[in-house]
């Protein structure tokens, strides 16, 4: 089995603004796994706040030993690399491999039946007239996932809902609000029906929502990376967002989907943005999910080929020839 990486860059259609960051491009890393002479693909990107980059992950990738990789498979890949981004591309590609050397390819290999899913559509952080008008300008798309720093949420929150009152809301604080917000927030996240708040502590200053109670659900990103980090959330979170990239590829991601039906949590399954390469495995784990927000195609100017067909927030399973 040989491994080779290549580095890729995406553009943006526009500034793509968290509380945390303006991103105008993304840096990612393709996997090939070939054996026999079928190839498995996938898209990488790591986890940008942990300091992964391109580089650190073609480096760590690059050290595995020859030996280890020839003889790879979903075990191995799990005690090789940690969580993260090198493990990600390593085992999404293992995953197409086997998928692409299995009649009836990834239902079969998982057991889980691919169908078309709604995303959610990112707003990006702005004033409040610019996201009720960006809100507006997208009627189709029905579900919004809503960028909202500590800076007058509620006010962004209002003129959105009053823009849209049929869509469907999530907030995404990335770990900016203050404790205080948090709790002065509740009633009228619930009074303009936010279906999930994302995230609205850091991680690791969040024990102060054990056994909150809170008006919305809650939704843990950043502060559960992998299935490592489960028990230590479940008393404060009520949904964990699953990404690919933060725990390491579709192996784990099974697991703490797993986890979280069996625990009776919502679940999230979402991107640190890419291309469609990147959100085909993520499909797998969404079927079911209560919020998907893979929409990261939708953010860029180009894609690979073949692409993944969104139509009006609509994803289709993915063909073949792209992934699984």
Same mark, same amino acid.
């Given at each position: 089995?040989?491994?080779?990486?290549?580095?890729?860059?995406?553009?943006?259609?526009?500034?793509?603004?968290?509380?945390?960051?303006?991103?105008?491009? @993304?840096?990612?890393?393709?996997?090939?796994?070939?054996?026999?002479?079928?190839?498995?693909?996938?898209?990488?990107?790591?986890?940008?706040?942990?300091?992964?980059?391109?580089?650190?992950?073609?480096?760590?990738?690059?050290?595995?030993?020859?030996?280890?990789?020839?003889?790879?498979?979903?075990?191995?890949?799990?005690?090789?690399?940690?969580?993260?981004?090198?493990? &990600?591309?390593?085992? !999404?590609?293992? /995953?197409?491999?086997?998928?692409?050397?299995?009649?009836?390819?990834?239902?079969?290999?998982?057991?889980?039946?691919?169908?078309?899913?709604?995303?959610?559509?990112?707003?990006?952080?702005?004033?409040?007239?610019?996201?009720?008008?960006?809100?507006?300008?997208?009627?189709?798309?029905?579900?919004?996932? *809503?960028?909202?720093?500590?800076?007058?949420?509620?006010? !962004?929150?209002?003129?959105?809902?009053?823009?849209?009152?049929?869509?469907?809301?999530?907030?995404?604080? &990335?770990?900016? /609000?203050?404790?205080?917000?948090?709790?002065?927030?509740?009633?009228?996240?619930?009074?303009?029906?936010?279906?999930?708040?994302?995230?609205?502590?850091?991680?690791?200053?969040?024990?102060?929502?054990?056994?909150?109670?809170?008006?919305?659900?809650? !939704?843990?990103?950043?502060?559960?990376?992998?299935?490592?980090?489960?028990?230590?959330?479940?008393?404060?979170?009520?949904?964990?967002? @699953?990404?690919?990239?933060?725990?390491?590829?579709?192996?784990?991601?099974?697991?703490?989907?797993?986890?979280?039906?069996? &625990?009776?949590?919502?679940?999230?399954?979402? &991107?640190?943005?890419?291309?469609?390469?990147?959100?085909?495995?993520?499909?797998?784990?969404?079927?079911?999910?209560?919020?998907?927000?893979?929409?990261?195609?939708? /953010?860029?100017?180009?894609?690979?080929?073949?692409?993944?067909? @969104?139509?009006?927030?609509?994803?289709?399973?993915?063909?073949?020839? *792209? /992934?699984?």
């Amino acid at each position: 089995m040989k491994l080779t990486l290549t580095p890729q860059r995406w553009d943006m259609v526009a500034p793509f603004v968290t509380a945390g960051e303006t991103v105008h491009h @993304i840096d990612v890393l393709h996997a090939v796994l070939e054996h026999e002479g079928c190839q498995g693909r996938a898209e990488t990107m790591g986890v940008d706040y942990l300091g992964e980059t391109v580089e650190s992950l073609q480096a760590e990738l690059s050290a595995l030993d020859p030996a280890a990789i020839a003889q790879l498979n979903r075990q191995t890949v799990q005690a090789l690399l940690p969580p993260g981004g090198s493990r &990600n591309g390593l085992d !999404c590609a293992l /995953w197409d491999l086997q998928a692409k050397q299995t009649a009836g390819g990834i239902s079969a290999l998982t057991g889980i039946t691919m169908a078309p899913l709604h995303t959610l559509y990112t707003l990006s952080l702005d004033d409040p007239d610019a996201m009720a008008r960006r809100a507006h300008e997208v009627p189709d798309l029905k579900r919004l996932k *809503l960028k909202l720093s500590a800076q007058a949420p509620l006010d !962004c929150l209002q003129a959105i809902r009053e823009a849209r009152p049929d869509a469907q809301l999530v907030i995404d604080a &990335n770990g900016s /609000w203050t404790p205080e917000l948090v709790m002065a927030a509740g009633d009228s996240l619930a009074r303009y029906e936010v279906a999930l708040l994302e995230q609205p502590l850091s991680a690791g200053q969040d024990d102060v929502l054990e056994k909150l109670g809170y008006p919305v659900p809650l !939704c843990a990103d950043e502060s559960c990376q992998s299935s490592a980090d489960l028990e230590a959330l479940a008393d404060r979170y009520d949904a964990i967002n @699953i990404k690919l990239d933060k725990c390491g590829g579709l192996t784990d991601a099974l697991v703490i989907r797993e986890w979280c039906q069996q &625990n009776e949590k919502l679940i999230m399954v979402g &991107n640190m943005l890419g291309s469609s390469m990147a959100m085909a495995p993520a499909l797998v784990v969404a079927q079911g999910a209560d919020f998907v927000d893979l929409d990261g195609p939708m /953010w860029q100017q180009s894609d690979v080929e073949p692409s993944l067909e @969104i139509d009006r927030g609509c994803i289709q399973p993915p063909h073949s020839h *792209l /992934w699984g």
